[in-house]
């Protein structure tokens, strides 16, 4: 138990820290006494999410644990757990942030638990430790603010570990268990027309078809200022492939026809397959990209050209 601070102690940095320590041990106690799903700070979005949630999915032979005990410090005083070879905890949520909470132990907890975010394994987290309260074992942030596919899976091959599974914070809602997985569509610069993820040029556009270093040897260029592409495409996010010289120019880029910046392709040597512009996170759906060349170009550069190699379109899908 942590000692009283004595009265007339001046406020150094570590009494402070003491009061601060007490403090959250209140409002740990505070919250084993509150509902499973807790909104827990001022600006109310990060939310608790307790083991008893519907929306999560347990793989494997697990058991429910109400301990009763504070000592045992568990959220809501209870926890789900079962042996570490193979166990999964599987869950959806929205938002940018998840915290994985339980409690770790010297002994009989698992010390490999995987965590795969939408099909992708981003990172590993253990249980062995001290003291024996829930704490945060694992946390990512700054992913995309849409729904995200989360599995959780001990792969601790040792007899007699557990997975403890206690509870998550998020900044978004705890949805039912439904795998997302991001896929990658590549569009070459020959694929025209004015379909979703076709690619539309105006006047003025020349294909060259032996282009050495270009995606599938190709390319389409253009050097008359007004020229442009469209694409319509379907996804959350769009990358523009071209190559960069000491003869090319600048361009004006339209998202959804609307203004996001201009582009610049002089360098003074060749590249090919170079990502020349790359849109943010877009909502997941149906929008365009407008390039338009521009008669401003770099005074280093000897002409105005601008090719389109090939498009990345990235979309997130359920499998
Ligand atoms: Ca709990
Ligand atoms: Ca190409």
Redesign the pocket.
């Known amino acids: 138990m942590m000692k009283k601070p004595t009265i007339n102690k001046t406020l150094t940095k570590e009494t402070i820290m003491k009061k601060v320590g007490i403090i959250a041990l209140l409002l740990l106690l505070v919250g084993t006494i509150l509902g499973p799903t807790e909104t827990i700070n001022a600006a109310g979005n990060l939310t608790v999410y307790?083991?008893?949630d519907s929306n999560f999915t347990y793989v494997g032979d697990w058991i429910y644990a109400n301990t009763g005990l504070t000592y045992d410090a568990?959220?809501?005083?209870?926890?789900m757990y079962a042996p570490a070879d193979g166990s999964k905890v599987q869950f959806n949520f929205t938002g940018t942030t998840l915290q994985i909470y339980s409690q770790p132990y010297s002994y009989y907890r698992s010390e490999r638990i995987q965590v795969t975010i939408d099909g992708e394994v981003v990172g590993e987290y253990h249980q062995f430790g001290t003291p024996r309260q829930s704490q945060m074992l694992y946390q990512i942030g700054g992913l995309t603010d849409r729904e995200h596919s989360v599995e959780l899976h001990s792969i601790d091959p040792v007899a007699d570990r557990d997975f403890v599974f206690?509870?998550i914070i998020i900044d978004g809602e705890l949805l039912p268990y439904q795998p997302i997985e991001e896929r990658t569509e590549m569009i070459n610069d020959t694929v025209s027309g004015t379909g979703v993820n076709e690619i539309s040029y105006s006047n003025g556009w020349s294909y060259h078809g032996a282009q050495s270093g270009a995606y599938q040897s190709d390319e389409t260029y253009t050097n008359s200022p007004g020229s442009y592409f469209q694409v319509k495409f379907s996804g959350e996010q769009i990358k523009w492939y071209g190559a960069q010289n000491n003869t090319h120019g600048r361009v004006a880029i339209y998202i959804d026809e609307k203004y996001v910046t201009e582009v610049d392709t002089y360098q003074p040597i060749r590249s090919d397959q170079v990502l020349l512009y790359e849109s943010a996170i877009l909502a997941q759906g149906e929008h365009t990209l407008t390039v338009i060349v521009l008669p401003f170009k770099s005074p280093n550069s000897a002409d105005r050209y601008i090719t389109l190699d090939k498009l990345e379109v990235v979309g997130n899908y359920y499998q």
């Open positions: 307790d083991n008893p568990f959220w809501n005083a209870d926890n206690d509870y």
